[in-house]
Nanobody, 124 residues
Framework: QVLLEESGGGLVQTGGSLRLSCAAS????????MAWFRQAPGKEREFVAA????????YYTDSVKGRFTMSRDNTNNTAYLQMNSLKPEDTAVYYC?????????????????WGQGTQVTVSS
């Protein structure tokens, strides 16, 4: 069992920054592929970013490339999503997810563990 807890969401103006954190427990963190997804009102949950076990592979969805940076700290069992130059269309509930797969996936169905989500609201 893997428990994930997100933090760091909030309200920010267009162009602002936020850093999301995802603290994991219940399994050796370095064995997990970590990812961030988001879900806006009335829309499906979508992939944002994913990182391999030691951080050597990182994928981003096109809409956040150059603005968001995903990282992880295997000493502190935490994954991060640094979000800069935020736009109103980034407004969503952001979910941390974990997978015990050997491969970094972008698909939601490949992730078996999920946090409760943290709200990010970007005002125009």
């Amino acid at each position: 069992q893997v428990l994930l807890e997100e933090s760091g969401g909030g309200l920010v103006q267009t162009g602002g920054s936020l850093r999301l954190s995802c603290a994991a427990s219940g399994r050796t963190f370095v064995t997990l592929i970590m990812a961030w997804f988001r879900q806006a009102p009335g829309k499906e949950r979508e992939f944002v970013a994913a990182i391999s076990q030691v951080g050597s592979i990182i994928y981003y969805t096109d809409s956040v490339k150059g603005r968001f940076t995903m990282s992880r700290d295997n000493t502190n069992n935490t994954a991060y999503l640094q979000m800069n130059s935020l736009k109103p269309e980034d407004t969503a509930v952001y979910y941390c997810a974990a997978s015990i797969s050997e491969t970094v996936y972008r698909k939601l169905t490949n992730y078996g563990y999920w946090g409760q989500g943290t709200q990010v609201t970007v005002s125009s």
